[in-house]
T-cell receptor, first 111, second 114 residues
Framework: DQQVKQNSPSLSVQEGRISILNCDYT??????FLWYKKYPAEGPTFLIS?????DKNEDGRFTVFLNKSAKHLSLHIVPSQPGDSAVYFC??????????FGTGTSLTVIP | DADVTQTPRNRITKTGKRIMLECSQT?????MYWYRQDPGLGLRLIYY???????NKGEISDGYSVSRQAQAKFSLSLESAIPNQTALYFC?????????????FGPGTRLTVL
């Protein structure tokens, strides 16, 4: 049973616009959340994280928002760039030990 | 540069064969993980190890075994490969001293079982 869900398999946005990637989880014990980015033929790379004591974390063009009551997090990329085109995975953990990953969203940024 | 390497990068084998996938890291991390990626299913944890003497099952450990030969080496074995083990396999490492335990992934091994 999928505990972390990314319901949008793909997303296309124009260069310079905002990209919003969504993630939902079912386990209320999750308290660490991470986003990874994956290019073809490479392993995922860590992008940004947030703990449940926060509702927002920002790193440059990337911001993650956490809504604990809705069990929902989102990744905002502003402005989007062609190099951001990749598959994005969200992951969640209840202890920092074992992470559960979503199915990924493929982002295409159109020049 | 510190790295997580996986060998082989690609492997085609037949049903019933024993296969070993190897992972080495130069990051000095204490924790290591094996995941598999399947289309539409994301990344699923097979096994993880927090140090050389610690091995833990993940979500989908059936049909797999692991060995942590040293802090820097973690191998995954398929004792008798079957076609539904065809997938992309990733090794990852993390440092228990980091707040979010973010993981650093190798480039992946594409395994095909015929």
């Amino acid at each position: 049973d999928q505990q972390v869900k990314q319901n949008s398999p793909s997303l296309s946005v124009q260069e310079g616009r905002i990209s919003i990637l969504n993630c939902d989880y079912t386990n209320s014990m999750f308290d660490y959340f991470l986003w990874y980015k994956k290019y073809p033929a490479e392993g995922p790379t860590f992008l940004i994280s947030i703990s449940s004591i926060k509702d927002k974390n920002e790193d440059g063009r990337f911001t993650v928002f956490l809504n604990k009551s809705a069990k929902h997090l989102s990744l905002h990329i502003v402005p989007s760039q062609p190099g951001d085109s990749a598959v994005y995975f969200c992951a969640a953990s209840g202890s920092g030990n074992q992470f559960y990953f979503g199915t990924g969203t493929s982002l295409t940024v159109i020049p | 540069d510190a790295d997580v390497t996986q060998t082989p990068r690609n492997r085609i084998t037949k049903t019933g064969k024993r296969i070993m996938l190897e992972c080495s890291q130069t990051k000095g991390h204490d924790r290591m993980y094996w995941y598999r990626q399947d289309p539409g299913l994301g990344l699923r944890l097979i096994y993880y190890s927090f140090d050389v003497k610690d091995i833990n099952k993940g979500e989908i450990s059936d049909g797999y075994s692991v060995s942590r030969q040293a802090q820097a080496k973690f191998s995954l074995s398929l004792e008798s490969a079957i076609p539904n083990q065809t997938a992309l396999y990733f090794c990852a490492t993390s440092d228990s001293g980091r707040l979010y335990n973010e993981q650093f992934f190798g480039p992946g091994t594409r395994l095909t079982v015929l």
